[in-house]
């Protein structure tokens, strides 16, 4: 069956650390992945797309990477920020389709 | 440019009661989605649409949800009769590109269900 699984638990880290999310799928062929950050009570908000030829992407303090072998994403805040704090979605693009995982709740600590 | 807006916040029902939500997405948006968000869960999408016509709704309950994206723009979600698993977040979202295309979605702040 069809699946996308992110870290189950929640994510606790220090203050300045770097923050590695993960995004594994199986029984998919996405043509793209994207990553969501999601605030209590809000809506999510795009944060970085990558596509299938594409090994890494960055964008200021955001990295994200992207195996199509191993199927996962890994998503990486580097010098994290309690303002970092929220739940992070990854999303496939496949047959026409966004698809989304469960999230994983991040939590920066002072 | 102003956002996707949804109404109403917040609503709560009895089960077996209808309920109806609307969404206006982004002006020039072409595909509008609406995804259901059950706590603690990722968003699970219900229907799609590319202008005012359906390219997927394989996982809308069609027996007690319907929506319709009247003349392209604006859409309604509508549950008749509510049951209590139906109780979640309706977020809708559009983007720029045909049929998810490459691009963003765009959400609105959601719509919370509570069914009593």
């Known amino acids: 069956s069809q699946k996308i699984e992110q870290n189950s638990e929640a994510l606790n880290i220090q203050e300045g650390k770097t923050a590695t999310l993960t995004c594994n799928y199986t029984n998919y062929s996405p043509a793209y992945l994207q990553w969501y950050r999601q605030d209590p009570g809000r809506g999510p908000v795009f944060l970085l797309l990558i596509r299938e030829n594409e090994k890494e992407k960055r964008k200021e303090r955001l990295k994200v990477t992207f195996d199509t072998t191993l199927k996962q994403s890994l998503f990486h805040i580097t010098a994290s920020q309690p303002a970092d704090s929220a739940t992070y979605l990854c999303a496939l693009f496949s047959a026409s389709k966004i698809i989304f995982g469960s999230g994983t709740r991040l939590s920066i600590r002072p | ?116």
């Open chain 2, 1 to 116: 440019e102003a956002g996707v807006a949804q109404s109403p916040r917040y609503k709560i029902i009895e089960k077996r009661q209808s309920v109806a939500f609307w969404c206006n997405p982004i002006s020039g948006h072409a595909t509008l989605y609406w995804y259901q968000q059950i706590l603690g869960q990722g968003p699970k999408l219900l229907i799609q649409f590319q202008n005012n016509g359906v390219v997927d709704d394989s996982q809308l309950p069609k027996d007690r949800f319907s929506a319709e994206r009247l003349k392209g723009v604006d859409s309604t979600l509508k549950i008749q009769p509510a049951k209590l698993e139906d109780s979640a977040v309706y977020l809708c979202a559009s983007s720029r590109d045909r049929s998810g295309g490459t691009g963003e979605l765009f959400f609105g702040e959601g719509s919370r269900l509570t069914v009593l």
